[in-house]
């Protein structure tokens, strides 16, 4: 079974930023929480990951809690190409286990 | 351009016909993956090979086989295919163990 809870489906207004929470209160020390995304039709695509400190790229920021329990993706300035269905995954190894994910709506 | 190549994207067979799905890969990674992803479900991993070591998920239906040739390719053969085998299969690559997945657009396999 996943790691993760996260909420079924959330909406986005365009230009505003797109807070994804997720909690994994059960991870363990050594477990990173990656971020992917599935657009319809396509495979799933890598956004981030983190360990314990906050992340920042090109797509994304990943913030932590300091007790590693909930973490939020955030996507500063959201399109109505970033509708999509979002993967929180708590990993390990090669053992990647998707949960159901957040559905994505950008609205115009 | 694509990196994890899957083809085709579409790819129907009968009922009880083996059928083989191919993945190939230009980005040299040492670890390919097999999820299986059926409709309005997360994908779910059915095995994976680091270099040529072969590992299979518990779950994993005997009817499920995979083959790696070379780094390259990674071939997911489906012995009996039956109707709950209809699905998305997705294949990945990633350089190593603690390192993000790329992910293939996946071939969608009808069974009639």
């Known amino acids: 079974d996943a790691k993760t809870t996260q909420p079924t489906s959330m909406d986005c207004a365009e230009g505003r930023a797109a807070n994804l929470p997720c909690n994994h209160s059960?991870?363990?020390?050594?477990?990173?929480v990656y971020w992917y995304r599935q657009i319809h039709s396509q495979g799933p695509q890598y956004i981030i990951h983190?360990?314990?400190n906050n992340e920042t790229n090109e797509m994304a920021s990943l913030i932590i809690t300091e007790d590693r329990k909930s973490s939020t993706l955030i996507l500063p300035h959201a399109t109505l190409r970033d509708t999509a269905v979002y993967y929180c995954i708590v990993r390990l190894d090669n053992d990647m286990r998707f949960g159901a994910g957040t559905r994505l709506t950008v609205k115009p | 351009d694509a990196m994890v190549i899957q083809n085709p994207r579409y790819q129907v067979t009968q009922f009880g016909k083996p059928v083989t799905l191919s993945c190939s890969q230009t980005l040299n990674h040492n670890v390919m993956y097999w999820y299986q992803q059926k409709s309005s479900q997360a994908p779910k991993l059915l095995f994976h090979?680091?270099?040529?070591?072969?590992?299979n998920e518990a779950d994993t239906p005997d009817n499920f086989q995979s083959r790696r040739p070379n780094t390259s390719f990674c071939f997911l053969d489906i012995r009996s295919p039956g109707l709950g085998d209809a699905a998305m299969y997705l294949c990945?690559?990633?350089?190593?163990?603690?390192?993000?997945?790329?992910f293939g657009d996946g071939t969608r396999l009808s069974i009639l």
């Open positions: 059960t991870i363990s020390g050594n477990e990173y």
């Open positions: 990945a690559t990633s350089p190593g163990t603690h390192q993000p997945q790329h």
């Open positions: 983190g360990l314990k």
């Open positions: 090979y680091y270099d040529k070591d072969f590992n």
